[in-house]
Each structure stands twice: as structure tokens, then as C-alpha cells.
């Protein structure tokens, strides 16, 4: 494992990744739910790395997308991304104009791996984390999968390998009650970056529990057997 993080790792992070993001274009809202997720960054806990990356150009008119990964002694113990999805016409799947797509992945151990609740249990850290957060959502869906790779010949050296991946999207609540253009006015109540960045702490933890680091957060048990 690298050095640890000071601190003030998370801060001078964000601060680093501000000066690289390109600037953002499209409708208020959208800019308003992306600079509140750029500016969350830096109060993410430290061990997680998070960077800007590429976001899918085909999906909606409008997005941002985040890496994340939770570094170990040799390699990565949990890495996903978080996208945010927007696009003013609306879809009748998303129930609304935004949509936040998640994917997160974690290496575990073999004996948690053959355990048939994991699936169960892998959710859970989800719901349970948009719930400790705060993070509204409609239309939650997603699948869990394991799996386990065998290696052989000049890699069998490496043993197999164990992993549980979780796919989901949900969408943000905060798209459909709040607007940054309408102060608590008719139609509309006082948008919040808070509640735009409970969504990416929720993301990081999820990674967290998976990675088996200590929550933050009281209700989310995270996988046992690895350690920072």
C-alpha cells in the first residue's frame, strides 16, 4: 500500500481535478448537480481517489462522469464510476430528467464469495447508504454478480481471483423538485448542492463497505477481512 493520505489529501484532490475539469455547458440545472459533484470531491474520506473521466456521449445530451478506487497493497480493492445523466426532454424509465449510473467492483475472499447472501448483502451497503445520506431517489434498480477466474498456466501462480460487481442507476430526486433557477418560488422548492452531493457520498461508501474499509456512517457493516 502507497503512503496514507493526510487530511487534506481530499482537498488538494478536488482542488486538482477543478484545474483540469473542462468547463461545463448546458441547462442550469445540470451545471449547477455537476459543479455541486465536482466541489464534493474534496470532502470525500481520503482514502478513496476520484478523477474526472470521459463521460458516454450517446446515452442523454448532457453528462458528467466520475472514477473512483480504493487502492490496496497490490492493487485495486474496490474501483467503480458514478455518471450523471441529464437531459431536459425527460425519459419515461428515468421518471424524470436526470438519471445517476452507477457501476462499483471489489476483489473479496473466497469464503465471501461462496456465500449465497452476498448478492443480498452487497445491496444492502447500497440502500443503506442512500438512505444515511439522505440521497432521494426514484426508480432504483440494479444487479449484483459474482464471480470467480480460475487461472492457469504461467498465471496459475496468481491464484484465482474473486469478485462482486454492482450495476445500478436511480433517479436523483433533487432533479424533479428543485431548481437552482427557482428559489422556493410556485413550482419549486431551494435547490441544494448538499442534497446533489449525498449521491456521490453514498457512491463512496458503497465502494468503502466493499473495499471492507470502517464506515463513516452508522447502519452500514462493511465486508469483512481486509484492512488499510
Given at each position: 500500500?502507497?503512503?496514507?493520505?493526510?487530511?487534506?489529501?481530499?482537498?488538494?484532490r478536488?482542488?486538482?481535478?477543478a484545474?483540469?475539469?473542462p468547463?461545463?455547458?448546458?441547462?442550469?440545472?445540470?451545471?449547477a448537480a455537476?459543479?455541486a459533484?465536482?466541489?464534493?470531491?474534496?470532502?470525500?474520506r481520503?482514502?478513496?481517489?476520484?478523477?474526472?473521466?470521459?463521460?458516454?456521449?450517446?446515452?442523454?445530451?448532457?453528462?458528467?462522469?466520475?472514477?473512483?478506487?480504493?487502492?490496496?497493497?497490490d492493487?485495486?480493492?474496490?474501483a467503480?464510476?458514478?455518471?450523471?445523466?441529464?437531459?431536459?426532454?425527460?425519459?419515461?424509465a428515468?421518471?424524470?430528467?436526470?438519471?445517476l449510473?452507477?457501476?462499483?467492483?471489489?476483489?473479496?475472499?473466497?469464503?465471501?464469495?461462496?456465500?449465497?447472501?452476498?448478492?443480498?448483502?452487497?445491496w444492502?451497503?447500497?440502500?443503506?447508504?442512500?438512505?444515511?445520506?439522505?440521497?432521494?431517489?426514484r426508480?432504483?434498480?440494479?444487479t449484483?454478480?459474482?464471480?470467480?477466474?480460475?487461472?492457469f498456466?504461467?498465471?496459475?501462480?496468481?491464484?484465482d481471483?474473486?469478485?462482486?460487481?454492482?450495476?445500478c442507476?436511480?433517479?436523483?430526486?433533487?432533479?424533479?423538485?428543485?431548481?437552482?433557477?427557482r428559489?422556493?418560488?410556485?413550482?419549486?422548492t431551494?435547490w441544494?448542492a448538499?442534497?446533489?452531493?449525498?449521491h456521490?457520498?453514498?457512491?463512496?461508501?458503497?465502494?468503502?463497505?466493499?473495499?471492507?474499509?470502517?464506515?463513516r456512517?452508522?447502519?452500514v457493516?462493511?465486508?469483512?477481512?481486509?484492512?488499510?
Open positions: 500500500m502507497g503512503a496514507p493520505l493526510s487530511p487534506d489529501a481530499g482537498a488538494a478536488a482542488a486538482a481535478t484545474v483540469a475539469a468547463a461545463l455547458a448546458g441547462p442550469g440545472l445540470f451545471i455537476a459543479t459533484l465536482r466541489d464534493a470531491l474534496g470532502t470525500l481520503p482514502e478513496l481517489a476520484v478523477r474526472e473521466a470521459p463521460p458516454p456521449s450517446r446515452v442523454a445530451p448532457y453528462a458528467l462522469a466520475l472514477a473512483a478506487s480504493l487502492a490496496g497493497d492493487d485495486d480493492l474496490a467503480g464510476r458514478l455518471v450523471l445523466l441529464f437531459d431536459p426532454a425527460g425519459h419515461n428515468w421518471e424524470g430528467t436526470a438519471r449510473v452507477c457501476y462499483a467492483r471489489a476483489a473479496v475472499e473466497p469464503e465471501v464469495a461462496a456465500d449465497p447472501m452476498l448478492p443480498e448483502v452487497a444492502s451497503w447500497l440502500v443503506e447508504a442512500m438512505a444515511a445520506h439522505g440521497a432521494g431517489a426508480a432504483l434498480g440494479g449484483v454478480t459474482t464471480t470467480t477466474s480460475r487461472r498456466g504461467v498465471l496459475a501462480p496468481d491464484g481471483s474473486f469478485d462482486v460487481e454492482v450495476r442507476s436511480w433517479s436523483p430526486n433533487w432533479a424533479e423538485t428543485a431548481s437552482p433557477s428559489p422556493g418560488g410556485e413550482g419549486g431551494p441544494s448538499e442534497e446533489t452531493a449525498a456521490l457520498h453514498a457512491f463512496a461508501d458503497l465502494l468503502a463497505a466493499m473495499a471492507g474499509l470502517p464506515p456512517i452508522a447502519g457493516v462493511p465486508l469483512p477481512g481486509r484492512h488499510f
